[in-house]
């Protein structure tokens, strides 16, 4: 889904029209940020690319917000009148890229936070998601476990970006974190992390229909 990754813009342009034909949405519709993984939000009010952002919000029906993912999640955010796409690997999250999109549309946008519902991935679930020791400083123990015999640790994302949302005042019962795994199930995803760098990208997208 992506041009970025050496596929030929031909073929992309097939996939894309593929998925996107089965929603009945046009490729003019879409907002796409250029993802740095850090956390830039905008919100938005016509398609087209936005540099420099892991976010995008919109009230605006017919504006379609896409992500681009292969082992970092996708979170999709939604009420009756707004939407939101979220990029966020571990830097994402270390920056709290997802908390800040949440306040930003109750603060600008007076989105009530019991209102909202979230979808989680798919990203690397923890058994597949190793980090180095400097992890123990960036996030609570609660979503490291560590190796045996090895300074190193196994890094709970989903987990953490759930119980974001949760303390933020999303009812848990409106989060699903999907049960995938991007490395793991690797006849249904692209991963990063698995295949060395040399990948695809999935899209995940989100949007009021007219």
Known sequence: MSVSRGDSKKNVAANRQIFLKEFGIEETQLAEPLQVSRDGIEIVEAPGAYASRDALITSQPGVYLRILTADCSPILIWSEQIVAAVHSGWQGSELDILGQTLKKMHSEMGVEMESLYLAIGPGLSQDKFEVGPEFSDKFPPKYLSPLHNRDRYLFDNNAYLKDT???????????ETLPFCSYRDDNLFFSHRRDGGHTGRMMSVIGINK
């Open 165 to 175: 949302a949760i303390q933020l005042g999303v009812p848990s019962n409106q989060i």
